[in-house]
């Protein structure tokens, strides 16, 4: 049977719209051409630019038009889209303006008198679109009309869903169904739209209906269905489906990532290691999914410190994948965990320039700026280095902090972050258990309530201890830590990781009575909002410190004006406006043998009017006259607040 150009043409737009190829991303070379407006436009000023179109067109032809009146509108329809597009010809000047005059166009047209067309051979089929991503990488080409048109918008729509623009790429998705409803790569990005938006019946619906196509849309369907039950976390039929889909369509990628998850989640790591392994040689996946199967097997190399593998498998899943933020983190988290906190800070920064909104990613980044700054500072650095040492010598000869004589005045309420594990599927984010202790510390350091042992000072003490994950997960081990460390409560427990969201469960344990003061369970969203999640954390265990701890502390000296004079003050997180009940000592009785103590009354109530480092003073608002040596205790009652 003899096909027709046309006839060709058709199906190589049908071939790229149902099996794109996973490639490396190529750079364009900068150049600039002079627009109708004057204005001279510099593909080199273009460089950070994260999505960028080159439309090559022919002001004559009726598919150049429809494509660039589609870009148009969809310019005009989405205010809020990040796409920057350059419409270039090579024809006649006057055409070409004819045109941008009669349609007002919103984005330049370009005079490529320079023979860039030819250069990326961008003539012989008219329209070329060239959508590039960041540094010039050439991400797509597309050509000619029709159905051409449709891969562009959804190609444009599937980098949206790349770059986490969830809403962004759901509309453009709907604007190609709207032209075509059998468009199955279009019904792809809305459902996987949804699933990143954690609308799970609204991903299935879409994926189902993909499935009953049959053909390459029952693959598709059913590879999206297996997504839909990992997030879900019903993980047996998520790994059959999947399974389906691999003895179906053995080169398809995700299926095996999929498996990799699901076995990992159950603890099988080598099972999961050689479904990895199977994935990242595979050949065809989404362009949303490329990255990821790069990514979770680096994840598994750097959990057994293997960090040379992993950044080789990051630098793959980034040259495939420019958008993807987790694997440059990921890359300057194995710098991080050798040591080599300059280049991790880069590779932060380089993140940081493809997504400045995410939150992780600057809080690492801040993380190795207070690190670099220490290390900087040669006299703080040595007096680290000494502690540490002391620590480890006291460790060893276990001899904890000696006991103060006075034990009714609080000390200050020292805190460590000890063994905080990730524990469930595999994140593609790692360092988020180190990440969420060094946030957390600074959160509850500038309260002045509680005071949490330096992270970089806890790192080393661990280092030179040479103390494994299965002792430091002991209790007996977490409590000697925390006596050493003058430590009032140990902070432990584990980030659980879900497929679409984090469990975060902490323990604080009393290093005194070896008790549990403390369980939080809570879920953490870790995008945007991660760091004002830990900020609600901090809220969470604050209030409980300070319920379950009162300051405490004695009167010390009645001064002539009327004041008290009390030991406690910042460093007890004591603040102008606290108040304290004072206190008459309970009575002891002998009864039998056994000496019984009631409890303390209350005689009066004061107010701290000024706050000094070890003391503060106070004045009488209750009550009458009290004397040196009196008890204080801080009043927590919202009630007895109000009433004074």
Not at 128 to 152: A, F, H, N, S
Request: overall charge positive; proline content about 3%.
């Amino acid at each position: 049977m003899k096909y027709s150009n046309k006839h060709i043409l058709f199906i190589l737009f049908i071939f790229a719209l149902l099996v794109p190829q996973i490639g490396f991303c190529k750079k364009l070379e900068p150049f600039s051409l002079k627009g109708l407006d004057g204005k001279v436009y510099d593909l080199s000023q273009m460089k950070n630019c994260q999505l960028m179109i080159l439309y090559f067109f022919d002001p004559l032809s009726r598919p150049s038009q429809e494509g660039l009146l589609w870009l148009k509108n969809i310019v005009r329809r989405y205010k809020g889209m990040d796409l920057k597009i350059w419409a270039i010809t090579n024809s006649d000047k006057e055409k070409a303006k004819d045109f941008f005059q009669k349609e007002m166009l919103n984005f330049p047209v370009l005079i490529d008198d320079k023979g860039i067309g030819e250069k990326v051979d961008a003539l012989t089929v008219l329209p070329t679109v060239i959508i590039l991503g960041p540094d010039y990488l050439v991400l797509d080409k597309i050509q000619g009309g029709g159905k051409g048109l449709e891969v562009m918008v959804v190609r444009i729509a599937e980098r949206e869903l790349q770059r986490k623009r969830v809403k962004m790429a759901e509309k453009l998705g709907q604007e190609v169904i709207k032209k075509d409803p059998n468009n199955i790569k279009a019904h792809l990005v809305t459902g996987y739209a949804a699933l990143k938006n954690g609308d799970t019946d609204k991903a299935e619906l879409v994926f189902s209906k993909v499935r009953q196509r049959g053909g390459i849309g029952e693959v598709l369907g059913t590879e999206g269905l297996a997504a839909v039950y990992e997030y879900k976390g019903n993980y047996e039929k998520a790994y059959k489906l999947a399974d389906q889909v691999s003895k179906k369509a053995p080169e398809r990628a995700y299926p095996h990532v999929i498996k990799g998850n699901v076995l990992y989640a159950k603890g099988e790591k080598n099972a999961a290691k050689k479904e990895f392994e199977h994935a990242v040689k595979k050949d065809k996946a989404e362009p949303y999914q490329q990255g990821i199967r790069f990514n979770q097997l680096g994840r598994l190399y750097a959990s057994t410190g293997e960090y040379k593998k992993a950044r080789e498998l990051y630098d793959k899943a980034i040259s495939i994948d420019p958008y993807y933020v987790e694997a440059m983190a990921n890359k300057g988290v194995t710098y991080e965990k050798e040591g080599k906190w300059s280049k991790a800070l880069a590779y932060y920064k380089k993140a940081l320039e493809i997504d400045k909104q995410d939150s992780i990613t600057s809080l690492l980044l801040k993380k190795a700026q207070e690190i670099l700054e220490l290390q900087r500072d040669a006299q703080r650095s040595k007096r680290i280095d000494k502690l540490v040492k002391e620590l480890v010598d006291r460790y060893k000869k276990q001899k904890a902090q000696p006991l103060l004589e006075d034990q009714w005045t609080s000390r200050p309420m020292v805190l460590t972050f000890l063994d905080i594990k990730d524990s469930g599927i595999l994140s593609e984010r790692d360092g988020l258990s180190s990440l969420l202790a060094t946030q957390l510390g600074d959160y509850l350091n500038s309260s002045g309530r509680v005071k949490v042992v330096e992270r970089y000072i806890l790192d080393k003490l661990l280092q030179e201890l040479n103390l494994g994950s299965s002792e430091l997960a002991n209790r007996g081990t977490q409590l000697r830590l925390g006596k050493i460390l003058a430590a009032k409560l140990i902070a432990t427990g584990s980030l659980y990781h879900l497929p679409g969201q984090t469990v975060l469960s902490l323990r604080l344990i009393d290093t005194e009575t070896s008790f549990i003061s403390m369980v939080l369970n809570m879920k953490l969203d870790l995008g945007p909002s991660f760091n004002r999640e830990l900020f609600r954390v901090n809220r969470q265990i604050l209030t409980r410190v300070i319920q379950n701890y009162p300051i405490r502390g004695y009167i010390i000296e009645r001064e002539p004006d009327g004041k008290y004079l009390l030991n406690v003050g910042q460093n007890q997180g004591v603040v102008v406006g606290t108040l304290f009940k004072v206190l008459n000592e309970g009575r002891t009785i002998i009864y039998k043998g056994r000496t019984l103590k009631s409890a303390p009354s209350q005689k009066g109530v004061i107010k701290v009017i000024k706050v000094e480092r070890d003391i503060s003073y106070a004045k009488r608002v209750e009550g009458t006259d009290f004397n040196k040596d009196d008890k204080i205790e801080e009043i927590l009652s919202v009630k007895a607040r109000q009433k004074i």
